[in-house]
Nanobody, 115 residues
Framework: VQLVESGGGLVQAGGSLRLSCVAS???????MAWHRQAPGKKRELVAR???????NYADSVKERFTISRDNAKNTVYLQMNTLKPEDTAVYYC???????????WGQGTQVTVSS
């Protein structure tokens, strides 16, 4: 299984970016999520979405970020609006394939928000 992220980049504060993550293969994916890690900080969960589309978000991104998924394409998206400098981090995609296969991670995509 490989997860490939795209969509990161440099944006000014208040701007928007949309991240995408495509998972290879055709196995059922239980939950998909986005995590991020800023320099000198621990990796943290940003948003998670179940197979039936139920999302949950970190408090710091609620009302600004939206996670969605296309099960037919094994793809998860993260629409990020009203970006802040504190959103600057490497964003990682995660896919959970259940107990038999476990978790897989993407290589990360850099998001930089300038003030």
């Amino acid at each position: 299984v490989q997860l490939v992220e795209s969509g990161g980049g440099l944006v000014q504060a208040g701007g928007s970016l949309r991240l995408s993550c495509v998972a290879s293969g055709s196995s059922f994916i239980s939950a998909m999520a986005w995590h991020r890690q800023a320099p000198g900080k621990k990796r943290e969960l940003v948003a998670r979405i179940t197979a039936d589309g139920s999302p949950n978000y970190a408090d710091s991104v609620k009302e600004r970020f939206t996670i969605s998924r296309d099960n037919a394409k094994n793809t998860v998206y993260l629409q990020m609006n009203t970006l802040k400098p504190e959103d600057t981090a490497v964003y990682y995609c995660n896919a959970n394939y259940g107990l038999s296969m476990g978790d897989y991670w993407g290589q990360g995509t850099q998001v930089t928000v300038s003030s």
